[in-house]
């Protein structure tokens, strides 16, 4: 590849500075600055075919699979650390690190680090550039795959040095897999080091990570700026950096409404934001599928973006009939990884079609054996595609003001108990719902699939700080909007039943629980006030050509007590972990749950 020197493009002082001191101590064979444009796109993906890191996918023009080695296919959260200065303001809930310490061990693995391969600096903007909610970083990386994928996920362009010299704030986020090369030595299709560090320092706004080139852990710009140092700057400044999706409900009067929904990962967080409405009067645009960041606007209402550009998805599960705009976006222009290959050359995962191919060649790159328990893609592959690819994204998707939130749904896995969806009885109560939040497992991350923990916020992998200040922060956040917060709702669209299976068909069907939601924000419904929060009625939930049992039906929105009153045991102890830091008024709305449950 060319070898680019790093005074053809006109960088800002401050970004050379620091480029010159990362290539002093890495030492790179070559620099390279990245613009955004498709040649350099290209140049990367001939690098990868070269390297063997990707193959093409014939079937699907400009797509390519990219297979990772078996250890690194999904965020890693016990190699994930808060270095803040002082251990409580990383809270209970994070891994913690001296950030003294941690630089130095760092210092050391990134000496040489970069040897013999290029070093890629990439601007990117999250949020247009100069937009009022918008925010900008240089990611430098070490993977051409983590590069390419930058481009598809955020802004890329040098338009990013302009703001930077003009003083607008950026963040550092310093990124190497961990594998120089001996003079002579062959690299690897897949590199990536086992001793894996992501490292978050809020204080400075700083990223540093190395090892792993998965997404999580090596696309800087998402989890680890655009949650973790967001959220800690979003506490400072007033704002809010969150892990939701954004979708704008349109009906065919002509109303509008926006919601926001935080799930953990690989809870359908897309597949929501892509809603394929079951009911003709309402259609769902995309704004974002996994972050958004919102801000008090001046009309004093929260306004919200999709600071990404592109979808970081879940294959598996993905079909023509849980989601098939994702399936239509995904035609062409894709990064493929982990998925498994057919014999005509198209991919393939478990989900997409009933029947499994003949002759797959599984996500490892070896045939694939259809008798065996092993799945042909990996349970974490997963689709990178730019948003604007997207046949449901909103058409102003890109407005740098955001959308206006009517309404906040959070849920998660819950095969029993939680029900299809309930609604807080305010802000207040609300932020007790959002903390107590737990769910099932998922491959998204390294750990026990299946097992429930709680996830507060679907943030608990993703906070910068403590999260017991996190709490505090959503309480103010409500004080200062006051009534022209947005609703807050709970919803639950994984309940089980005896035989195993999902009483509540879902996907389309869950547009069903999102006109709910529209008629409470409106007021033309009332629903029925309980101990945990209010639940609709039986017939305000618009069931019309639906086939469900009224038994399962009642089932599904019925706030069984004792039930309850357990769950709010393992509140009780899960809130101790906060200790001081756990904000007063969430131990009200505890003990007046507890007591409502009791009077019940
Ligand atoms: O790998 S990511 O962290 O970007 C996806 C997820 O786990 O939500
Ligand atoms: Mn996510």
């Not at 053809?8 to 620099?31: F, M």
């Not at 013999?116 to 009022?132: K, W």
């Not at 007033?238 to 954004?246: C, K, R, S, T």
């Not at 799945?375 to 592959?381: C, G, L, R, T, V």
Request: charged share 25%.
């Amino acid at each position: 590849m060319t070898d680019f020197a790093a005074t053809e493009v006109l960088a800002a002082a401050d970004v050379r500075t620091w480029v010159d001191e990362v290539a002093a101590k890495t030492k790179p064979a070559s620099v390279r600055y990245l613009t955004g444009s498709d040649a350099e796109y290209q140049e990367l993906v001939d690098v990868m075919l070269e390297a063997g890191t990707i193959v093409p996918v014939p079937k699907r023009p400009g797509s390519y699979l990219a297979r990772s080695t078996k250890d690194d296919v999904a965020r890693m959260e016990d190699r994930t650390f808060i270095c803040s200065e002082q251990e409580i303001d990383a809270g209970p809930t994070n891994n913690w690190r001296d950030p003294a310490e941690m630089r130095e061990t760092l210092d050391e693995l990134f000496e040489g680090a970069m040897a013999r391969r290029t070093m890629y600096v990439i601007p990117f903007s999250m949020g247009v550039v100069g937009g009022p909610i918008s925010q900008l970083g240089v990611e430098i990386t070490d993977s051409p795959y983590v590069a390419a994928s930058m481009m598809y996920m955020t802004r890329v362009t040098d338009e990013v040095h302009t703001a930077i010299e003009s003083g607008d704030f950026w963040v550092k986020a310093l990124h190497s897999i961990g594998v120089p090369l001996a003079e002579g030595e062959a690299d690897v299709a897949w590199p990536s080091n086992p001793n894996r560090y992501i490292t978050q320092f809020p204080e400075t706004r700083e990223i540093i990570s190395f090892g792993s080139a998965y997404g999580g852990n090596a696309l800087l710009a998402k989890k680890c700026f655009a949650l973790r140092i967001a959220s800690a700057m979003a506490r400072d400044e007033g704002w809010m950096a969150e892990h939701m999706l954004i979708l704008r409900m349109r009906h065919e009067s002509g109303r509008t409404l926006h919601i926001t929904g935080a799930f953990p990962s690989a809870c359908g967080k897309t597949n929501l934001a892509m809603l394929q409405s079951s009911m003709p009067e309402w259609t769902i645009e995309t704004i974002g599928d996994d972050i958004a960041w919102l801000r008090p606007g001046k009309d004093g209402r929260l306004y919200a973006i999709n600071p990404e550009y592109g979808f970081f998805g879940v294959a598996p599960g993905t079909s023509v009939k849980t989601n098939s705009v994702a399936m239509e976006m995904m035609e062409r222009d894709t990064i493929f990884t982990n998925v498994a290959l057919t014999e005509d050359g198209d991919v393939w995962w478990e989900g997409m079609t009933k029947e499994v191919p003949e002759n797959l060649t599984n996500w490892l790159g070896e045939p694939h054996d259809p008798s065996g328990d092993a799945p042909a893609a990996h349970p974490n592959a997963r689709f990178t595609v730019r948003a604007m690819q997207c046949p449901s994204i909103a058409p102003d998707y890109d407005d740098p003001a955001g959308v206006p939130i009517d309404a906040i749904i959070f849920g998660g896995r819950r095969p029993s108990l939680v029900p299809l969806v309930m609604q807080s009885r305010s802000w207040q109560h609300g932020v007790f719902v959002g903390s107590t939040v737990s769910s099932q497992q998922t491959a998204a991350a390294e750990g026990p699939v299946g097992q429930i923990r709680r996830d507060p916020f679907a943030m608990l992998p993703f906070a910068g700080y403590n999260m017991g200040d996190y709490f505090a922060h959503w309480l103010r956040m409500g004080e200062s909007l006051g009534d022209k917060a947005p609703k807050i709702f709970n919803v639950n669209w994984f309940r089980r039943d005896e035989e195993g299976g999902f009483p509540w068909p879902g996907f389309s069907e869950n547009a069903r629980v999102l006109d709910w939601v529209a008629k409470r924000v409106s007021g033309e419904v009332t629903g029925v006030e309980t101990p945990i929060g209010i639940l609709p009625a039986a017939d305000e939930l618009n069931l019309d050509g639906l086939e469900i049992d009224r038994d399962v039906l009642d089932e599904l929105i019925s706030c069984d007590v004792e039930g309850w009153r357990d769950e709010m045991l393992g509140v009780s102890e899960f809130y101790e972990i906060f200790g001081q830091r756990l904000p007063g008024e969430l131990g009200r709305e505890l003990t007046d749950v507890k007591r409502r449950l009791k009077e019940a």
